[in-house]
């Protein structure tokens, strides 16, 4: 099946630095998508984006189909981002997810 | 809330009970799914539900079964569970083959 891996496992930032989150698949995909679990468990899907770049505040994913990798950016940190973000990909409607990197924002 | 609601929140059942959980989307969506999140483990796909028909069993337990009486609605039954089943249980829905999931808040089960 295919195999999911995110980096780097643990981030921790102080309020305002800027992070890069990497997913590296290990087969062709039609679906991928970033979720954030806040830590009462409620995961919310931050982006559907099968390939190239889409922005949502601060908050910006690129997917390079070709390369099997994409990045979420996280631009001026905010303690609410605190969590884990979770990769999934998958093709139809079977989604595979990763293992998270679990990100700490101090004020 | 996200649209997809489940129920309950919370739940602790002994290994010979017989529970269920229910997940209710009204976001227009024709599939759902349910999905394990126990500690240090990925999330780990269980069901999947295409307008109402079940197209993936991810080697699951017959002691889990799971119904989909309508679009709207997925249950999952439980019976005679053991202790490493204690996990979160989350239900989602999306558009088939198009478009994010939206999860529901998960029930938080524990098997004594």
């Known amino acids: 099946g295919i195999q999911v891996e995110q980096s780097p496992p643990d981030l921790i930032l102080q309020e305002g630095a800027n992070s890069t989150l990497r997913c590296n698949f290990s087969d062709s995909v039609n679906n991928l998508q970033w979720f954030h679990q806040n830590p009462w468990g409620q995961l919310i899907n931050l982006f559907y984006i099968p390939s190239g770049t889409k922005q949502n505040g601060r908050l910006s994913a690129t997917t390079v189909a070709t390369e099997r990798y994409s990045l979420l950016y996280i631009s001026s940190s905010q303690t609410t981002d605190s969590g884990v973000y979770f990769c999934?990909?998958?093709?139809?409607?079977?989604?595979?997810f990763g293992t998270g990197t679990r990100l700490q924002v101090f004020p | 809330e996200t649209g997809v609601t489940q129920t309950p929140r919370h739940l602790v059942m002994g290994m010979t009970n017989k529970k269920s959980l229910k997940c209710e989307q009204h976001l227009g969506h024709n599939a759902m799914y349910w999905y394990k999140q126990s500690a240090k483990k990925p999330l780990e796909l269980m069901f999947v539900?295409?307008?109402?028909?079940?197209?993936e069993n991810n080697s699951v337990p017959s002691r889990f079964s799971p119904e989909c009486p309508n679009s709207s609605h997925l249950f999952l039954h439980l019976h005679t569970l053991q202790p490493e089943d204690s996990a979160l249980y989350l239900c989602?829905?999306?558009?088939?083959?198009?478009?994010?999931?939206?999860f529901g808040s998960g029930t938080r089960l524990t098997v004594v």
């Open positions: 989602a829905s999306s558009h088939t083959g198009a478009g994010g999931y939206t």
């Open positions: 999934a990909v998958g093709n139809t409607d079977k989604l595979i």
């Open positions: 539900y295409n307008f109402k028909e079940q197209t």
